[in-house]
């Protein structure tokens, strides 16, 4: 009988506690392991370290509550050096021990130099959402797209009556992304005669030491909003060029993957006063059921023993590598890759941090800008309040 995918099964660790195999049992175990490529040196290093953070979290919850089966999960971490060749010497290495799934890599261009070696498998569950898979295929992708972030931001920016827009995005794969995620949701029927216009359209290159003469071309269009679009470290490059360029009263919005901590902290004196994301609901603590908030309780007591304060980012890993657990504890800890592919293509009403997730739609992902809420950095407070309702809407109060 195919295993039941409902949001009740997708509570995959609320599930363990009541089969949990002793500590000592489950130590003697084999391991199950799971290879992960992510970027913990190099510009993407902000993003790898989260998404470790969250796999460790992961699996010490897992673990403690019996594992898969009564075996011990093992994530494998390798760092590709936020570098595509050596994400795909690490995926033939890998590939060589005839896996069934690899998590990873970090970045868009990263996970799109890897796709190609898992045509026929094994199942690759990239950690950006800066990909399109093509339905039916082995590739998986994390969080909303691209394209559904900037659903959420226009919604928004047309309710505070921003109509003038500027792109600053760089030249990467997850910049290019953005160009095109933006430009075609612009053309959305929803926004055609909306009055929202793109004013100004800038690009950089990720190792630029600065942006001066983009922010002075975007400065002469009067934009009231700018979208400065670039993960890691480079927007810390977009921060300072705003900032220099007298732009920082103008309200910023950039992507998930510099919703950390640790960029808030680096970046404190260059954040502008309005700077806004497309974020998740389980940042405010927002949770639409009662099961919701089952699933961010058990998220955020995972990082209580490892003394780390979750952001956005462990989010990136810690569903995908949910998922994948379990539909090895569904399927069974050697379970091939088409199995495992089959296995996700079904799965519906999965309640997962990132929210309720239905892959029958082929986009590989299984999520829309409707699991989205724009939220703004409270400097005073230290985190992330909500601005908008799901998808980018009016907020409710």
Known sequence: MPPVRTALAALFITALLSAATPVATLAQAKPVDINVIVSLTGPGTFLGKGEVDGLNALEGAVNKRGGIRGRPVNFIIHDDQTNPQQSVQLTNQILAGKVSVILGSSLGGTCLAMAPLVTSGPVQYCLSPAIHPKS?????????????????????FRTQKWTRIALITSTDASGQD??????????????????????????????????????????????QVIVAYSPGTPFGTLLQGIKQGGLDDVPIATGTANMTY??????????????????????????ASPKERAVQDTFYDAFKPLGVVPDLIQSFSWDPASIVIDALRALGPDAGADQIRQYIENLHDYIGINGVYDFRDGSQRGLTEHNLMVMRWDIDKGTWSAVSGLGGGPLNR
Do not use: C
């Not at 998986?140 to 928004?156: C, G, H, K, L």
């Not at 808030?264 to 949770?287: C, E």
């Open 178 to 223: 953005a160009d095109e995620g933006f430009g075609n949701a612009l053309n959305l029927p929803e926004f055609k005669d909306s009055g929202l216009s793109m004013v100004s359209h800038e690009h950089f290159n990720i190792t630029d030491l600065s942006v001066s003469a983009q922010m002075a071309r975007i400065r002469a269009t009067n934009p």
């Open 262 to 287: 640790a960029e808030m902290k680096q970046y404190a004196q260059l954040i502008p006063k309005d700077l806004i994301f497309p974020g998740l609901p389980y940042l405010a603590r927002q949770a």
């Open 136 to 156: 039916g295929s082995f590739t998986f992708t994390s969080n909303v797209s691209t394209s559904d972030y900037a659903i959420a931001f226009y919604r928004y």
